[in-house]
């Protein structure tokens, strides 16, 4: 029960009520202890990763908890127990044990730039109303740029809703540089155009094709190694290809990390081939961007500095919270040429401050979330130099774990060698096939294995990691890293738990 | 200074370090006392709402807040600062007086909302990882739709960041349903489409023209009354004149609560029309869809039950903390049908769990920012019958206004009779131009009053209001009222402000 609050106050006792301040503290203070506490249990390797129910089971309400909304107020009481509820039955992301997906963790530096960003609740379209935030974002973008290798970091960019939205950025870019009349007159002014990108490369792409009028038969998939990188030599093929039936060739995207594999694709070929042909080369870096602030590992994105744009989502590899993704263009001035309607209603020209500072037309939203005060945070705290460690140290966490399996029995490899990025993928071999000989029966059994020790660890609540087919490949563990509070002895637990929930499939 | 912090500590002190329990409970909550007083301060109208200052001047660096980044860790004490001079330069949105946006306020309930949103810090993709989030965005949406008026509040919907997105949504989906193939083929599969939008529509419709490859010539501006609402007889006639050149009509949007006159196009009569041609119907109601919730109100939305689909931004007249904006869909499955590439490996279809409720391929993103959970404990914590009152407050301040200025010297009224939303579109004619008669000298200077009195506005950080141009109308104030913290002494207070700063001009 609520130490603080009286079980009759509503949300009508809170600021701006007459005498809120009081009831307000008080209840702001209530829910900073439901989430501090639930912070330490994050951390806390005693605890469970979740506690799951079905959604018919959280539909009827376990234990009283209502997800049903309705006409009248409920006590600030009960705001706390719907607040402790929703907490309990949903998914600690941060826990070290979680390794389902590629954002992880939860970062101290970050989570409080989150709680600040909410405070401060405004909109990034324009300086007059988010001053700081808008300075930040352009100092940020520049020193991501920087990374990239862009001369003096120049250029242009903004934070968006996600890699997929960046990446579709980067397509409408692309056909606004080659074919300007697109954007007055539409996709019939321009002829039947074309998109590459490797089958390994995230759907994003292939969802930018739909959306902005290319179709999806127009996004050409392009043939990778057995590690999941393009080929250079069927880029070059398809461009042929597409030229010869009459298609014009705009626009490549090569993966830099890719979702299941973490393949890097070499970019510097590609970046030949797209400068031969005078294409548009983008760098889906939504995951493997991060690696650029590593000494150590920024050679597999070697290259990139010959994109014209790139997407690099912090909310990835370096541990920023969700959500915060770049799309960052070389040429400066093409995203407002792209997508600005002079809306005069929205930016006036005749403000007192220099409008080259509202950003807002340059987006394709109108408002813009605050994401950038997060990342902006995390980096004064940690400096380039605590991002360059976060990511070696998963990086070496992640060989740790293909060192470790490589040989185990009972594991198969997807693809040989170290892996790229964090991911490593394998199969889990229980004992019943381990005699089988490869065929239909034996690929029908194993593609069951994955999702049934899955199904089990999430009932179980122990651990989390996802599975998917690939191409032929039948269900196989992706295991990633990018959990700062993940450590070897959270690996081994996670291969033991695989064993023990598998080992009598 | 710091009371808990110790200054030599630093984020690698923090969870998940070991011992990083204590530093990071006593870091988060010196934050937390950061974020209150703001809060306090937020409500307190002897303070200021912004502390104005130029991009050189803050990029410059005032009083040591330095917004570089640099390769080395700052301390946690210093971070704390960083995070006081943010709120210290930014602008108090939650103000009294702070009228500047159709977003305004600060929700203590929704305020906890994001808290609690940052630190689960998951993404809406899939059940697996937001099952209490997926479930209350399906509830709240069903809630939505019934409260438009579709049948048992069926249909389909999604948060989306920002109207802007909601709408360039609905112009897919209608694309979708009326020519399948262009997902597949892209718009060369589809005759020349035309959309259908009011003069004084959003920009949004436009920026989705240009994005989805219509083309802006494609988007037809239809003609308004001189409050600002769609002329169906224009409607119709556009409608045959397009035919008549051999396009298609495709779409129709009808705004509810436009952003600057706050009009509400007639539905109904735009509905028999859209019927009538078998045309798209949308609804903008990203900022009149609030009147929804208002028995007072809502008939200004009638015939919305008739729409295809529906934009409504919680984030705007229903207070709700950015961004939180629904693209609500009548039919069911197309959302998915337009948007799903089926990745295998982002969508197992396998697993232990019901998978329709894994969201994720019905949006154009791929990972998605977790906007229901504020609003849904909004609503919780208020009712129906809490957002009601909100709403009906609001437009009764904004008649209070709209009565008190209408007959009073030194203020024209841009449009007759009561406003149907809280915009009160007003020019202040400074007693210089009092006597001059109409012409291009007056109208000249007419049109830098309004700029100069925002300057001085920002400079002397009293209060904030919007203006902008509109058509051949020369820059004048619009004032809106989504505040749930202003009073009648607020507006009052705005009036006086007006007339202080313009009184010489």
New interface residues.
């Given amino acids: 029960s609520c130490m603080y609050c009286d079980v009759n106050r509503?949300?009508?006792d809170?600021?701006?009520a007459k005498n809120?301040?009081e009831p307000?503290?008080q209840?702001?203070?209530e829910?900073?202890d439901?989430?501090?506490n639930?912070?330490?249990k994050t951390?806390d390797r005693s605890t469970k990763v979740l506690d799951?129910?079905?959604?018919?089971q959280?539909?009827e309400g376990i234990e009283g908890f209502n997800?049903?909304?309705?006409?009248?107020?409920?006590s600030?009481e009960?705001?706390l127990v719907?607040?402790r509820?929703?907490?309990k039955?949903?998914?600690r992301?941060?826990h070290?044990r979680f390794f389902?997906?590629l954002?992880s963790g939860?970062d101290?530096?970050g989570?409080?730039g989150?709680?600040?960003?909410?405070?401060?609740?405004?909109?990034m379209f324009t300086?007059?109303?988010?001053?700081?935030?808008v300075?930040?974002e352009q100092?940020?973008l520049k020193?991501m740029r920087e990374m990239i290798g862009w001369p003096n970091g120049e250029g242009d960019g903004l934070f968006s809703?996600?890699?997929?939205?960046s990446n579709?950025y980067s397509v409408?870019i692309a056909r606004y540089k080659y074919f300007p009349e697109?954007?007055?007159?539409?996709?019939?002014?321009a002829p039947?155009l074309v998109l590459f990108t490797s089958e390994h490369s995230?759907?994003?792409i292939?969802?930018a094709?739909?959306?902005?009028?290319?179709?999806?038969?127009?996004v050409i998939l392009l043939s990778t190694d057995e590690r999941g990188r393009v080929i250079p030599a069927d880029l070059e093929a398809k461009i042929l290809d597409a030229k010869q039936k009459g298609y014009v060739p705009l626009f490549v995207n090569a993966t830099a990390g890719s979702?299941?594999y973490g393949a890097f694709d070499p970019i510097s070929e590609i970046a030949d081939i797209c400068e031969k042909y005078n294409l548009w080369l983008h760098v889906d870096g939504a995951w493997g961007g991060g690696l650029l602030m590593s000494r150590k590992h920024r050679h597999k994105l070697n290259g990139i500095e010959r994109a014209n744009s790139v997407t690099w989502n912090p909310?990835k590899m370096m541990g920023v919270?969700?959500?915060c993704s770049a799309i960052l263009v070389r040429e400066k001035g093409i995203l407002a040429g792209c997508?600005s309607?002079c809306?005069?209603?929205?930016f006036?020209p005749?403000?007192?401050?220099?409008v080259t500072?509202d950003t807002g037309d340059k987006a394709?939203?109108?408002?813009?979330?605050?994401d950038i005060?997060k990342f902006?945070?995390?980096?004064?705290?940690?400096?380039?130099?605590?991002f360059e460690q976060h990511i070696d140290k998963c990086l070496d966490l992640s060989q740790y774990l293909y060192n470790k399996i490589k040989n185990r029995e009972g594991y198969e490899m997807v693809f040989d060698g170290v892996p790229q990025h964090t991911n490593v993928c394998f199969w889990y071999i229980p004992p019943s096939l381990r005699g089988m000989p490869d065929g239909d029966e034996r690929r029908e059994k194993l593609h069951?294995v994955a999702?049934k020790i899955?199904?089990m660890m999430?009932?179980s609540g122990t651990t989390m990691v996802g599975?998917?087919?690939?191409g032929n490949k039948v269900?196989f563990f992706?295991m990633v890293v990018s959990n700062?509070?993940a450590t070897q002895s959270d690996i081994d637990f996670l291969i033991d738990e695989i064993e023990r929930l598998g080992h009598d499939l």
Avoid at 52 to 56: A, K, L
Avoid at 343 to 346: D, E, P
Avoid at 467 to 470: F, I, K, R, S
């Fill in positions: 509503a949300f009508g809170l600021l701006p809120g301040e307000t503290m209840f702001l203070l829910v900073v439901i989430l501090t639930y912070v330490k951390f799951f129910h079905h959604p018919h959280l539909l997800l049903e909304l309705s006409d009248q107020p409920e600030l009960q705001i719907d607040c509820d929703t907490l039955y949903g998914v992301t941060g070290p389902n997906q954002s939860l101290i530096i989570l409080a989150e709680w600040l960003t909410s405070t401060a609740n405004t909109n300086y007059e109303i988010a001053p700081v935030f300075l930040m100092l940020t020193k809703p996600g890699g997929a939205i579709m409408m697109v954007k007055t007159k539409g996709m019939s002014a039947r995230h759907y994003s292939k969802k094709g739909a959306a902005l009028g290319f179709g999806t038969d127009n979702t299941v909310h919270p969700l959500q997508n309607m809306a005069g209603y929205l006036q005749d403000k007192q401050y220099d500072y394709i939203q109108c408002g813009r979330h605050v005060f902006w945070l995390m980096w004064k705290a940690k400096g380039t130099a605590g069951r999702p899955k199904a999430m009932e599975y998917q087919p690939q269900n992706r700062p509070s």
